[in-house]
């Protein structure tokens, strides 16, 4: 067995609960190289971290360090990324004194890698005397084009000077780090670097966990996620301003659920048909409860784990040819595809009425996360890499 190196992992939030994607990401990542590596997490934090988060943790790592990102902090910080024309993703997340801190613990340690996680600790990691590694995760430039054209005005202006700045940010990334990743050969081929060397580690999915134990079917549809994400947002209220009403026309008793984190400024559209149910501490009862899993998302970036554990869940699921594009699932067999209102009604109405087909989706749908989605596969991959 070779030898165990000492690897600091940078992380922009610490990794647990698992709420959001790249939480989810860096828990699955760390876990895994813990087995073979010792693992120094260094996390910054808006919010306090309990004791029993910490836990969730802490037998992963051999030391855990929490940056606290304090919000006058903040607000400063993301004035000086408008004075010093970097991306407030990026400058949000920066500050000098953390900064300071969390290098002389570093250079304390001497790590033999330094893994960063995202563009907004590229500053963290950029400079230390160590092999480095960083995590884009998703082509953010990309997700900021595709935002800017649902705005207008100061929104509108502010997405695009994201896109625009993310797009060189990205490229000084892949010029500051030894080694670079990406969750998707889509995603790798939105950074314009030449050549471009970035690899390929995707996300994956516990399909012995996510997997159905055949519980009634109590709702129709159903869409999960971090409803605090833009994407996210937008999705529900596509979903509940343009399709809900189409359908309740064609099917009165429909029972749409929306679950997830931060849905709060959902709850006035509760009602008969449509039931905001918050945050679920075992999202499984929800897949399991629902007939079809449907994601409308029309920005964004990466690769969504809400449909990968969907599939894996065994249930049939309707996306948009964008976050296919990350996917690669078969249309047709494995997922199916529409990319306006009247093609999700007419699919969604159109399986709700086929047992048959929904039966088929969701065979394929599971075999196909089953072969190339494990976590096993992907953080392989990373480890070496690290």
Known sequence: MSERKKIAVILSRFPYPLDKGDKLRAYHQISYLSRFHDIY????????????????????????????LNKVGIILQ????????????????YSSRLYRKMHTSILSLQPDTVYCQLSRTAYYGKDL??????????????????????????????????????????????AWFDETT????????????????????????????????????????????????????????????KITPKLIACKPDIRIDIVGSSGDEFRKFESANIHIRGWIEDIRE???????????????????????????????????SVTNASLLAAENKQVLIANNEDEFVHKIICLLDDTELQKKLASNARNYVTANFSWELANQ????LL
């Open 41 to 68: 997490l260094y996390a910054l934090s808006d919010e306090t971290i309990s004791v029993d988060t910490l836990n969730a943790v802490r037998p992963f790592c051999k030391d855990i360090h929490i940056y606290r």
């Open 78 to 93: 993301i004035i000086r990324s408008f004075i010093e024309n970097i991306p407030v993703q990026v400058g949000y997340f």
């Open 129 to 174: 005397p160590f092999r480095n590694v960083i995590d884009f995760q998703d082509a953010f430039s990309t997700n900021y084009e595709r935002i800017q054209n649902n705005f207008h005005g100061l929104k509108k202006f502010f997405y695009k000077r994201e896109g625009r700045l993310m797009k060189v940010f990205e490229q000084n990334m892949a």
């Open 182 to 241: 990406i969750i998707s050969a889509f995603d790798k081929g939105k950074i314009e670097i030449s050549p471009n060397h970035i690899k390929i580690v995707s996300n994956g999915v516990d399909t012995i966990y996510f997997q159905s134990k055949n519980a009634p079917k109590t709702c129709d549809l159903l869409f999960s996620g971090n409803l605090s994400y833009l994407p996210n947002r937008q999705a529900v209220m596509f979903l509940l301003e």
């Open 286 to 320: 929800s897949y399991d409860s629902a007939r079809i899993f449907v994601a409308p998302l029309f920005t964004g970036a990466g690769l969504q784990n809400k449909l990968l554990e969907a599939m894996s869940m065994g249930l049939p699921c309707i996306t948009t």
């Open 381 to 384: 991959k990373l480890l070496d």
